[in-house]
C-alpha cells in the first residue's frame, strides 16, 4: 500500500499523512519522565522551547516527527486513548516525593499535544516540571519545556494527580486504530455508520435518522424545503451550516425514511472519526484496503467495487473520490460517499439506497 498512496498523494500534490504509518514504532516503548532529566535538561533555564525543523529535545523527539513517535518514547497504559472527545491520561506513575504522568489533548482523532509531567514533592512545595508536544496534523510543531516559576501547594497538586486519575476511569470516547497493514482492520460496517456533531456532542445513527434528531443536535434548520418526486412522495431537504439531510415521506407528509446526509465543513465525525480536512490516506488507513489496480484511475480497496461490502478509489492529478458500500438489511446498501482535493477531505456524503 506504500507504493499506491504515495502514486496517488503525488498525484493529487498533497503533504503525506502516511509517514505515521512508516516503520512507527509500538507506543509506549520509553521509561517515565524524570526530574532529574527535565532539569538536567533546562539546565537553570526556566523553559526550552524547539520550533524549528529537526530541532531535537533530550529524549531525540524532533520538531517535524509524527505523532506516532511521540508517543513511543514515553510509557503509555491506555494505547486506545480512552477518555473523552478531548482528553486521555496516558499513565500515572510513583508516588511522593515524586509523580509522573502523562495527557494526550485532543479535538476527537485530531491530537493537538503530548505533554509529560513531574510533580517533585519539597519542603516549600511542590515543583511542576513538564515537557510538551504540540501537534498539528499528526505532526510535532513545537516542543516546549519548563519547570513552574511557583512552587505548587500539596492540595494543588494532588488535584492534579485526582483529575488525571479520574480521567483513566472515563472510557467515553477512544482512538480508532489505523494501520498500512489493510488486513488488520474491518471493513466498512454497519455500526459504523453513524454521525457526531461537535458543537453538542450527539451522536446519532444515520440508518435511523430524523429530522427532530438532527433539530436536537443542531438546532431548527435555516432552510427547510419540500418538493413532490414523481411517484407522489414528499422530499424534503433540511440544510444547516455545512450540513445538508434529505428526508422521504409519503403523500400526506408521514415520514418514511432517510435518503442522505451530506457534511462539507469541519462540523461533524462520521464513521470511525473521519471528519472533513483529513488526509485521504489517514482515512483509508482506518478501513479494510487492498492494492488491486483496475486502472490508470481506479483502485479497489476491497470487494469488488459494485456489490456491497466494497470499497473503491478514483482519483486524477487534482481530486481522488472513495466509496465504501455496505450491504443493509433486506436487500438494502449504505453507500458513503468521499470527495478529496489536494488530498484532504472536502465532502462526505452518506447515502441510502
Not at 513517535?69 to 491520561?89: F, H, I, K, R
Not at 512545595?125 to 510538551?132: A, C
Amino acid at each position: 500500500m506504500k507504493k499506491l498512496f504515495a502514486v496517488v498523494l503525488s498525484l493529487l500534490l498533497a503533504a503525506s499523512w502516511g509517514a505515521l504509518a512508516e516503520a512507527a514504532p509500538e507506543m509506549g516503548e520509553g521509561t517515565y519522565l524524570t526530574a532529574r532529566e527535565i532539569e538536567s535538561y533546562l539546565a537553570g533555564s526556566a523553559e526550552v522551547l524547539l520550533d524549528q525543523p529537526g530541532q531535537a529535545d533530550f529524549r531525540g523527539l524532533q520538531v517535524g516527527d509524527n505523532v506516532a513517535q511521540v508517543l513511543a518514547a514515553y510509557p503509555n497504559d491506555n494505547p486506545s486513548l480512552d477518555g473523552t472527545y478531548y482528553e486521555a491520561t496516558l499513565y500515572i506513575a510513583g508516588e511522593q516525593p515524586e509523580v509522573s504522568l502523562g495527557i494526550v489533548v485532543r479535538d476527537g482523532q485530531h491530537i493537538l499535544g503530548v505533554s509529560h509531567a513531574v510533580l517533585s514533592w519539597q519542603e516549600e512545595g511542590v515543583l511542576l516540571s513538564q515537557i510538551v508536544y504540540t501537534i498539528e496534523d499528526d505532526f510535532v510543531t513545537a516542543i516546549l519545556a519548563n519547570a513552574s516559576q511557583e512552587l505548587l501547594t500539596e492540595e494543588e497538586a494532588a488535584s492534579f494527580v485526582a483529575e488525571s486519575a479520574q480521567m483513566q476511569e472515563i472510557s467515553e470516547y477512544f482512538a480508532y486504530p489505523v494501520s498500512e497493514d489493510g488486513t488488520a482492520l474491518a471493513p466498512l460496517e454497519r455500526e459504523d455508520l453513524s454521525v457526531r456533531f461537535q458543537a453538542s456532542g450527539k451522536k446519532l445513527d444515520v440508518i435511523d435518522l430524523t429530522y427532530e434528531q438532527m433539530a436536537d443536535a443542531l438546532g431548527d434548520a435555516p432552510v427547510d424545503e419540500w418538493t413532490e418526486d414523481s411517484n407522489g412522495e414528499q422530499l424534503r431537504t433540511v440544510q444547516w451550516d455545512g450540513v445538508s439531510l434529505l428526508l422521504v415521506y409519503d403523500a400526506q407528509k408521514n415520514f418514511l425514511r432517510v435518503d442522505s446526509l451530506t457534511v462539507n465543513t469541519d462540523v461533524a465525525e462520521g464513521p470511525r472519526g473521519v471528519r472533513v480536512g483529513d488526509f485521504l490516506d489517514s482515512v483509508i488507513f482506518r478501513f479494510q484496503h487492498e492494492e488491486e489496480y483496475v486502472d490508470d484511475s481506479r483502485v479497489l480497496l476491497y470487494g469488488d467495487g459494485q456489490q456491497a461490502p466494497y470499497g473503491v478509489l478514483e482519483y486524477t492529478p487534482e481530486s481522488a473520490e472513495v466509496t465504501y458500500g455496505v450491504a443493509l438489511a433486506e436487500d438494502g446498501a449504505a453507500l458513503w460517499h468521499l470527495t478529496f482535493t489536494a488530498g484532504r477531505l472536502q465532502s462526505m456524503s452518506l447515502l441510502l439506497r
